[in-house]
């Protein structure tokens, strides 16, 4: 029998940090080092301001660093000393080549799983835990085998992670299921039992799955994919609604309460962001059109194209609100992160919104509590237009709060949904009496109540809602 005493985790990003950590939490007896070839991101683990935000990652890091959790760049020697090797790295939607827009970049796991092939000195379980294509184990298996001799033994597993940003710690403490695919060979399936049993320290042993490889690897893409056709359905609604005068929080919740739909995922918005959604269709997408079905993949498609439009379609309706022309004009943006709690902004909707505006020559305003400016600038430059930088640097003013961002402005534009920009959190009397009139505020979170707003004097939209409903 297997049982796991060292771990690696190779990648120290959104999914290998934290979900390392929260094991290192949960299994003192198990030594856990999470490797990653950026020196400043392993410096960042190391210190007390931590590379990414996660509520309540913090407590989990500082609690165990130094004990049983390791963060280091020295890879090679994390990965001789484990018995189980987590592959986290990164894997964007390739850029260029056979695929481009639509195939996941798989270099990066490659060159993972080609270290570990070179530098093992004992056998190991090595698990896919970064989201990607159906397949790709096998990929990985190929290279590990051409690479082991007979002393040392490759197991490969599929340990998709469902964690979401912003809630990764909740998730990872109690998960709605830990999914654990390997080949059904003897071997396979005791890999497979070794790593649920790490799970089995914490969670609850009925939340365990096992399936085999390539169930799991797709079960990865189909519950993403799925997910994110709930959005694009509740968003190709929200269009009738605004069209129509029914509402979409009405139509929602009564559509949620069927117990066999059920009421999550069904918020209407500007349009899905993150590193997942659009990654994994488009990957789905591939994978049905190299299967030579393109019925499926048309299907898979619509998802992508609805969320394209919907952001499209949000753009347009601020532009003829305001008089068919933003030029000059000032847009306050609140949020650029894809969504609340996270300081990441991979895909956000923002960031489709903000060039659209740019290329209106409006000025924009922005704030986020918790984006790095940096980010904001490298997210909206073009690196392939020359001088796209400068032309964004005059475009925009990133502002330390959302008071700071709505003064002076022509339209204010909700596209994140913190907490801190609900009615009740900012006085918005104070920022409509900043900012130039009318006051136009357009909210595609469904964050705030419209009628209050009015009431103070604010032109108001807000996404799947109908101005005139009910005023007839
Ligand atoms: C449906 C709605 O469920 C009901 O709320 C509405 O009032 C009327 O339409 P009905 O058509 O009677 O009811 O049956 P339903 O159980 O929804 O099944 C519809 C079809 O979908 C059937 O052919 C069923 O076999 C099929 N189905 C259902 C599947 O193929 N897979 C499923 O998981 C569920
Ligand atoms: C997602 C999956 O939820 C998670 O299981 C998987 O492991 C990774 O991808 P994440 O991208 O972190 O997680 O966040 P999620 O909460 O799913 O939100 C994705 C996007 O959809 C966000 O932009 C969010 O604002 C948007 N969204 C979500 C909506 O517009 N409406 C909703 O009802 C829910
Ligand atoms: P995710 O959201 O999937 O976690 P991130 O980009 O946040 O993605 O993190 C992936 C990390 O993997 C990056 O910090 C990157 O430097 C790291 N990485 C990529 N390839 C390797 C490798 N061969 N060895 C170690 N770390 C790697």
């Not at 096998?138 to 599929?158: C, K, P």
């Not at 071997?187 to 042993?205: D, F, H, M, R």
């Not at 237009?385 to 339209?411: G, P, T």
């Not at 909210?443 to 409903?469: Q, S």
Request: glycine share 6%; proline share 3%; charged share 25%.
């Amino acid at each position: 029998m297997v049982v796991v005493k060292n771990i690696c985790c190779v990648g120290a990003g959104y999914v290998g940090g934290p979900t390392c950590a929260v094991i290192a939490y949960k299994c003192h007896h198990i030594k856990v080092t999470i490797v990653d070839l950026n020196q400043a991101r392993i410096d960042a683990w190391n210190s007390d301001k931590l590379p990414i935000y996660e509520p309540g990652l913090e407590e989990v890091v500082f609690d165990r660093r130094g004990k049983n959790l390791f963060f280091t760049t020295d890879v090679d020697a994390a990965i001789q000393e484990a018995d189980l090797i987590f592959v986290s790295v990164n894997t964007p939607t390739k850029k260029a080549g056979l695929g481009a827009g639509m195939a996941a970049d798989l270099a990066y796991i490659e060159g993972a799983t080609r270290r570990i092939a070179e530098v093992a000195t004992s056998s190991k379980i090595v698990v896919e835990k970064s989201t990607v294509p159906c397949r790709t184990a096998e990929s990985m298996r190929t290279i590990l085998e051409a690479n082991s001799t007979g002393e040392i033994h490759f197991d490969i597993l599929s340990n998709p992670e469902f964690l979401a940003e912003g809630t990764a710690i909740k998730d990872l403490f109690n998960p709605d299921r830990v999914l654990i695919g390997a080949l059904q060979t003897p071997e396979g399936i005791a890999a497979q039992t070794a790593l649920a049993e790490v799970y089995t320290n914490w969670v609850p042993e009925d939340r365990v799955i096992t399936t085999n490889l390539w169930s799991s690897e797709l079960s990865k893409l189909a519950a993403n994919a799925m997910l994110a056709q709930r959005i694009s359905s509740i968003n190709a609604l929200s269009a009738i609604c605004e069209a129509t005068g029914a509402d979409v929080d009405e139509v929602a919740y009564a559509c949620g309460r069927d117990t066999r739909l059920g009421s999550k995922f069904l918020k209407a918005s500007v349009g899905f962001g993150g590193s997942c959604f659009q990654k994994d269709i488009l990957n789905l997408v591939y994978l049905s059109t190299q299967l030579n079905l393109p019925e499926v993949a048309e299907y898979w498609k619509q998802v992508y194209t609805l969320n394209e439009y919907q952001k499209k379609r949000f753009v347009k309706k601020i532009i003829s609100t305001l008089f068919n022309t933003i030029t000059n004009k000032r847009i306050a943006v609140l949020g650029f992160a894809f969504k609340k709690d996270t300081g990441d902004t991979r895909e956000s909707a923002a960031i489709t919104l903000i060039k659209d505006f740019i290329q209106e020559q409006a000025h924009v305003a922005i704030y986020d509590p918790k984006v790095e400016h940096e980010q904001i600038y490298m997210d909206l430059t073009e690196p392939t237009v020359a001088d796209s930088r400068k032309q964004v640097e005059k475009s925009i003013s990133i502002c330390s709060s959302a008071y700071e961002a709505c003064k002076d402005a022509d339209a204010v534009v909700i596209v994140t949904e913190w907490d801190e920009f609900k009615s009740d959190a900012l006085d918005y009397q104070k920022i409509y009496d900043n900012m130039h009139k009318p006051a136009f505020l357009f909210d595609g979170r469904l964050l705030l109540d419209a009628a209050e707003l009015r009431k103070i004097g604010f032109k108001v939209h807000i996404i799947g809602k109908n101005e005139l409903a009910g005023t007839a």
